[in-house]
């Protein structure tokens, strides 16, 4: 089932955008490039303020632009909602109105109870009469989120609503829109150039870069494509691995966390069994031994099979491993010297153990309350680092 | 001394009517024309700009004298209402409106395309995804953020107005009780022998308007400010 159909071709000044993907029609579509690779412009042309020079947008199967038949269909006509990075509240409106000004869309019936379920939703009670000037940055990107759900929107699009806010304020709006994506079903395309956040919230990808659409699909297929390191960041590379807890150690605050093929450790506060977790290991943070070591204070260690030795124009490696018995999971990423990969005589088919400190896998201490897909490890919230 | 003669009051009076008309038939086409300017790109932009800026520049009596050419009896504007309307703005005080309004166009034009000019236009974009028209845009977000830039217009206007005389005294003469606004009253005064004294009284209350118009204008402008809340 396809949510969003997008072929696009749109010229901004001198920048020359086309894009062409597919989302499938649940969860979070992470959007993902540097600035000027075209994010806002594809999200402008989605919401209708911009109006692209040819091609087609579909939204549900319903035609929202074709440039072959003339059909544009202006942004109040979508139920596209859009939260905006600068929140742009109504400054001569208090929250409350704020919250409404779209709500006409809802049946008059259901307006009081969906008003109160969102308010409650994102925590906005005490705010309610408020002007936008007297609210923190935080609190007013919580109400523009409210906003844009109280106008019954088919699709939600966020432009990097996080970028604006110190790590602290970022910390407090994420665990929301996963909150968003738990209980509201309402699809969400999420434009952002910070690694954490796409690794925490994103279930499917379209990168972008200068102007294009380098690749689009799943997010844990993409962000393990090694070709694809030049767009997603060649320092936080690594691989991205889907898992559920399974048993926590209470004496040293160690969560076990069962990922294909095997199980890890890492720090953390207690979680159910059965929680669905993702987990970021950077490439950087695993080293290699081909021998288990003995009396050693790394906890992780992952058995397999050397599949790939990548070398770049760096004098360090990228070797991909993998998992002794899942052969079909993601393979792990090595990064490693290639002084290393000599002195190991690294190649494919070679029997290699990846030692992984647990401490590098330190939880995300944002980490909210909901979650049924925490994002771990160094690409964690409170360490985004922008992309230069 | 304190209290105003039967001919000085006319004049307050005369005064504050003309004013408050030319206020009020400038303000509308002033917003329209401050939008065009300030929100659309048209062939002949700039000339429209160079136009609405004439009243600044040119002598006033030039002013007067184009709208006596247009509007007086004989003017093919002028022609047409008498005919259709049976209404005559030549040396009547609904013409004394119609001089002050053109010669205050350009102020409340240019204050109101500032304040448009302040506004982010991204917040109209942000109530166009939440479902509203683009006249319900204009309705609830454009003018109530643009209401402090219509209103210092009008304020400076109508100021405007009260200081009026070389349009008005070409285009409607200087009849009193008809077109005999403050300054032309006071140009009257300086005109008569031994008419000092009543120049000085003309000039005093002029100056009291002034400073009342100003204050009132501070005061309303304080009220928007903090329901907007910029």
């Known amino acids: 089932m396809t949510l969003l159909a997008v072929d696009i071709r749109a010229n901004v000044g001198t920048f020359a955008f086309d894009a062409r993907f597919t989302t499938p029609a649940a969860g979070i579509t992470a959007v993902f490039g540097r600035s000027g690779s075209g994010k806002t412009t594809l999200i402008n042309a989605l919401a209708g303020l911009l109006r692209p020079k040819s091609g087609r947008i579909a939204l549900d199967g319903v035609t929202l632009f074709d440039s072959e038949t003339g059909i544009h269909v202006p942004p109040e006509r979508r139920r596209v909602g859009y939260v905006f990075q600068d929140a742009r509240l109504f400054p001569h409106l208090t929250a409350r109105s704020n919250l409404l000004y779209g709500a006409g869309r809802l049946p008059p019936a259901d307006r009081r109870t969906r008003f109160d379920h969102v308010v409650g939703l994102l925590g906005i009670e005490s705010l309610l009469q408020r002007r936008p000037r007297q609210l923190s940055g935080g609190e007013r990107q919580r109400v523009a989120i409210g906003r844009a759900l109280l106008s019954a929107p088919r699709l939600l699009l966020m432009d990097e609503p996080l970028a604006s806010l110190d790590a602290e ?23 952002s150039h910070a690694m ?7 279930d499917s990808l379209v990168l972008l870069a200068d102007g294009h659409v380098v690749a689009s699909g799943a997010a844990v297929d993409l962000m393990n494509r090694v ?13 991205l691995l889907e898992g559920r807890i399974d048993g926590y150690d209470d004496a040293h605050g160690l969560l076990h966390l069962k990922v294909p093929g095997g199980t ?16 970021k290991i950077r490439a950087r943070d695993v080293a290699l031994a081909l021998a288990v070591p003995r009396d050693t204070s790394v906890l992780n260690i992952l058995s ?5 030795v990548a070398a770049d124009q760096s004098s360090q490696v990228n070797v991909l491993i993998e998992p002794l018995d899942a052969p079909e999971a993601p393979p792990l990423r090595a990064r490693v010297t290639s002084l290393s990969a000599e002195q190991l005589g690294l190649r494919p088919g070679l029997a290699v153990h990846a030692l992984i400190k647990a401490v590098a896998l330190d939880r995300d201490p944002s980490a909210g309350r909901h979650g049924s897909a925490l994002a771990f490890g160094t690409a964690a919230i409170d360490d985004l680092r922008e992309e230069p | ?18 004013a408050t008309w030319s206020v009020a038939i400038g303000l509308p086409p002033a917003m329209a024309v401050a939008w065009l300017l300030a929100r659309t790109q048209f062939p002949g932009r700039v000339i429209v700009d160079g136009i609405v800026h004439m009243p600044l ?3 006033p009596v030039a002013i007067g004298y184009g709208l006596l050419a247009l509007f007086g009896r004989n003017g093919i504007i002028g022609a047409w209402l008498y005919d259709a309307f049976g209404v005559t703005l030549a040396f009547t005080w609904q013409g004394a409106a119609v001089a002050s309004a053109v010669m205050g166009f350009p102020l409340i034009v240019r204050s109101i395309r500032l304040s448009l000019d302040a506004i982010d236009t991204g917040l109209e974009a942000a109530a166009r995804t939440l479902g509203a028209s683009r006249l319900r845009v204009l309705a609830t977000i454009t003018l109530p953020l643009v209401l402090p830039g219509i209103l210092a217009g009008a304020v400076l206007g109508f100021a405007r107005s009260l200081g009026e005389f070389g349009a008005t005294i070409t285009f409607v003469s200087n009849i009193p009780g008809e077109t005999r606004t403050l300054p032309l009253a006071l140009y009257s005064a300086v005109q008569t022998p031994d008419g000092q004294a009543l120049a000085l009284r003309f000039a005093v209350l002029s100056v009291v308007l002034a400073i009342a118009a100003l204050i009132t204008s501070e005061l309303l402008a304080r009220r928007v400010r903090r329901r907007i809340g910029s």
């Open chain 1, 169 to 191: 304020r970022k910390a407090e709006i994420l665990p929301y829109v996963e909150r968003l994506r738990a209980e509201e079903h309402v699809p969400i395309v999420y434009v």
């Open chain 1, 196 to 202: 954490g956040e796409i690794v925490r919230l994103a």
């Open chain 1, 227 to 239: 070709d694809l390191d030049p767009v997603l960041g060649a320092f936080e590379a690594g691989t």
């Open chain 1, 264 to 279: 890890l450790r890492l720090p953390g506060r207690p979680l159910a069994n059965g929680t669905r977790v993702r987990l």
């Open chain 1, 304 to 308: 397999g099979r050397v599949r790939e």
């Open chain 2, 1 to 18: 001394m304190w209290s105003l003669s039967p001919a000085e009051s006319e004049a307050l009076v005369l005064s504050l009517r003309v």
């Open chain 2, 57 to 59: 520049v040119l002598p």
